[in-house]
């Protein structure tokens, strides 16, 4: 029998090989679609802090709906990596001084701002039809999401990725995170949640 964590793994190599073979152009014009569809379909009020993230290899380029939230009236963050289990999110700010954040994503300098995001916009390998996800292995949100918890805070939760990247079925294990919500390029869709 497969445990789940194996099943995990092979779910998400196999839809990472779907990202991956996407037509590089096509990706690009897909991001500009989906930041049309969070603009007028999040709605971000002013003022509220939305994390995103710095894409790497063929992930969704959330820049331009960064970009869209921003001129909504968002404060934005991005992670940065503290240490093998930890992230925190530094306020974004434009012109201030990026750096490298490892796995070839860069973040806003030690000295800016860090901030508890209310929205946060999350990368994933693989998702369900029912918000379950599959990250990249090393439980960084996973572990980010629940101290926020921990503060009394209940961010709103919105997985970012392509179509081909939906499975049947994540394996539920008792850390996993569940979305309320995954924006693609066929639209933002809502779960509803588990009973």
């Given at each position: 029998?497969?445990?789940?964590?194996?099943?995990?793994?092979?779910?998400?190599k196999?839809?990472?090989?779907?990202?991956?073979?996407?037509?590089?152009?096509?990706?690009?014009?897909?991001?500009?679609?989906?930041?049309?569809?969070?603009?007028d379909?999040?709605?971000?009020?002013?003022?509220?802090?939305?994390?995103?993230?710095?894409?790497?290899?063929?992930?969704?380029d959330?820049?331009?709906l960064?970009?869209?939230?921003?001129?909504?009236?968002?404060?934005?963050?991005?992670?940065?990596?503290?240490?093998?289990?930890?992230?925190v999110?530094?306020?974004?700010?434009?012109?201030?001084?990026?750096?490298?954040?490892?796995?070839?994503?860069?973040?806003?300098?030690?000295?800016a701002?860090?901030?508890?995001?209310?929205?946060?916009?999350?990368?994933?390998?693989?998702?369900?039809?029912?918000?379950?996800?599959?990250?990249?292995?090393?439980g960084?949100?996973?572990?980010?999401?629940?101290?926020?918890?921990?503060?009394?805070?209940?961010p709103?939760?919105?997985?970012?990725?392509?179509?081909?990247?939906?499975?049947?079925?994540?394996?539920?294990?008792?850390?996993?995170?569940?979305?309320?919500?995954?924006?693609?390029?066929?639209?933002?869709?809502?779960?509803a949640?588990?009973l």
């Amino acid at each position: 029998m497969t445990s789940p964590k194996e099943l995990k793994k092979h779910l998400r190599k196999e839809a990472l090989g779907r990202r991956d073979a996407l037509d590089e152009f096509w990706r690009v014009e897909a991001a500009l679609e989906m930041a049309e569809t969070a603009r007028d379909r999040l709605g971000i009020e002013s003022g509220q802090i939305v994390s995103g993230f710095w894409p790497m290899r063929s992930e969704v380029d959330v820049r331009p709906l960064m970009f869209a939230l921003r001129e909504q009236g968002a404060r934005l963050c991005l992670p940065a990596i503290l240490d093998k289990t930890t992230i925190v999110f530094r306020e974004l700010v434009r012109g201030a001084p990026m750096v490298e954040m490892g796995f070839g994503t860069v973040g806003p300098h030690e000295e800016a701002d860090v901030l508890d995001p209310s929205v946060m916009l999350i990368p994933l390998a693989a998702f369900d039809a029912r918000g379950h996800r599959i990250g990249y292995g090393a439980g960084y949100y996973d572990r980010a999401i629940a101290r926020l918890i921990d503060k009394g805070q209940s961010p709103r939760l919105v997985g970012i990725a392509f179509d081909c990247q939906e499975v049947a079925l994540v394996p539920d294990e008792p850390h996993d995170v569940i979305i309320q919500e995954i924006l693609t390029e066929s639209g933002l869709r809502r779960f509803a949640p588990e009973l």
